[in-house]
């Protein structure tokens, strides 16, 4: 039986995880409080009523030194008329025109939305500062740094000063291997070959979160110039939070065209067999009735090739293919879909280690990373025991056979009846992924009101030992569980995206 997952062991290289894209924001905490603006105020010995003049001047003052640090460094500093001009393409040109092999590329500015803080008279006729949503200018500053590779500083001239930085995660890991002598090819921002791949991995998971929030504070006193001032007055910078995380699994193959071979059983594996209530299992969460988000599956056409996605509310896992690397990509833009393990103070002064809602501090970073990966792991296990098309029609006559197991024979299965597709497809069922399924389970799926009978237990135990004669199923040992062997989600994948695919009819009836 040539599965895909034999054939992914004679092709690819290696495997290669680590983040994708980060998108880390900066906010200075106490402007966004009451109690802070107030205290800036005072020690600034400012009145509300000249707040409005005062920001406009800092406001002035920032452009002036955004212009001045364009002009000593000889980089263009560049106007964008629209938002919605790609910068990155803008920021790409300037550096293939007028080269530099590190630091400041260039600096784009643009009018965007944001909040900022202005004096509002409150229903006292009182002025009181608030956050109000507005239109002002942004700097985007692009980088080639020595670290991050091609990055950029995102950062606001009004108050409260809000920055945002910009990481690639291939980018960041090309100087790490440059630093300990692996060599490696590129395609796009993918690793399309690596000399060591143990080593590379072993150094991707040495990523420090600590390191990385030092490195965020240079930036950030290399764009904003009273950075050092609010420091002063609050003590505290800028708080990092992780607005969006990308993780991505890579398998590269041989090549190109070894890639080519496998990947349209693995798409239609996606489309014809999965769920969108697949997705739940991917990311290592149960299914129940309290479940208020959205759940989607998503499958399109590239100029590129094929990309299909499973979307659980604003958390997704989806895959695609790069030159030879199939890439699994799990995207988290809400944490708190997840849990994380920390210590918590209680109100009674005491603490205790448990786990919670996993919040968007940057400190979380190796815990995104956690669940990232093994959320991978999963889809890519899932694929791992298609069928491809040409091996199909033997796999499905060799369930139709009889077996003789032990000395009792079990029948082979009518593949093309609704029973044994309904079953199929019940067992193989997203949800039982990682807890498995009892004999209850499957029998309230397929029987609904008689599966309590005496006669739906007896049918249903005999079914389970004709699913384990054939290898289909497996029992957890000391439990009442059963999992889908390995033969069985290749077989039964194989039958259920046969029948979905190549006869539809037979399915709708």
């Excluded at 957890?476 to 995206?497: C, F, N, Q």
Aim: proline share 3%.
């Amino acid at each position: 039986m040539n599965t895909i997952l034999e054939q992914f062991q004679k092709k690819i290289n290696g495997t290669f995880a680590f983040f994708d894209r980060m998108i880390i924001k900066g906010y200075l905490f106490p402007f966004f409080s009451v109690s802070g603006r107030m205290y800036f105020l005072s020690q600034m010995n400012l009145l509300l009523k000249d707040f409005s003049a005062y920001a406009n001047q800092m406001t002035n003052d920032l452009v002036s030194y955004v212009e001045k640090m364009a002009a000593k460094e000889g980089r263009p500093l560049v106007y964008l008329s629209s938002s919605q001009i790609s910068k990155e393409e803008n920021a790409r040109k300037i550096l293939l025109e007028n080269p530099v092999e590190q630091g400041l590329i260039c600096i784009l500015s643009v009018v965007e939305g944001c909040q900022t803080l202005q004096p509002v008279k409150n229903s006292s006729g009182l002025l009181e500062l608030r956050s109000v949503t507005r239109k002002c200018k942004y700097y985007y500053f692009y980088y080639l740094d020595k670290e991050f590779g091609f990055m950029h500083v995102k950062l606001q001239t009004w108050f409260p000063f809000l920055i945002q930085v910009y990481i690639n995660g291939r980018e960041m890991m090309k100087h790490v291997f440059d630093k300990n002598g692996i060599t490696y090819r590129m395609y796009d921002n993918s690793f399309s070959e690596i000399s060591d791949i143990p080593k590379a991995q072993e150094l991707a998971d040495q990523f420090d979160s600590k390191k990385l929030c030092r490195q965020l504070d240079f930036f950030a006193h290399k764009v904003n110039p009273y950075l050092d001032m609010l420091e002063t007055i609050f003590h505290q910078g800028y708080h990092w939070s992780v607005d969006q995380c990308e993780f991505a699994t890579d398998v590269m193959f041989e090549s190109r065209e070894a890639l080519e071979d496998l990947y349209p059983s693995l798409v239609g594996h996606a489309f014809y067999d999965f769920k969108c209530t697949d997705v739940f299992s991917f990311l290592g969460r149960k299914l129940n009735a309290k479940f208020l988000g959205e759940a989607v599956s998503d499958y399109r056409k590239r100029p590129v090739g094929w990309r299909i996605k499973f979307k659980l509310k604003s958390n997704s896992i989806k895959m695609y293919d790069k030159f030879n690397c199939l890439r699994i990509e799990m995207t988290i833009n809400d944490p708190k879909e997840f849990k994380v393990y920390k210590e918590v103070h209680h109100k009674d002064g005491t603490a205790s280690r448990q786990w919670v809602p996993m919040g968007k501090s940057i400190a979380n970073l190796y815990r995104y990373a956690e669940i990232s990966k093994t959320a991978n792991k999963r889809f890519l296990e899932s694929m791992c025991h298609v069928i491809p098309q040409k091996s199909v029609e033997e796999e499905i006559n060799h369930v139709c056979q009889k077996k003789k197991v032990k000395g009792k024979t079990y029948s082979g299965y009518n593949v093309w009846s609704p029973e044994t597709f309904h079953l199929f497809e019940t067992i193989c069922d997203g949800r039982y992924l990682i807890r498995g399924f009892t004999n209850r389970d499957i029998r309230q799926s397929l029987y609904k009101k008689g599966a309590e009978s005496a006669k739906s237990r007896g049918k249903m135990s005999r079914e389970f030992s004709k699913l384990r004669g054939h290898g289909l199923i497996r029992k957890i040992p000391h439990s009442r569980r059963y999992l889908v062997s390995d033969k069985g989600r290749r077989v039964m994948g194989a039958l259920i995206e046969t029948k979905r695919k190549i006869y539809p009819e037979l399915a709708a009836q």
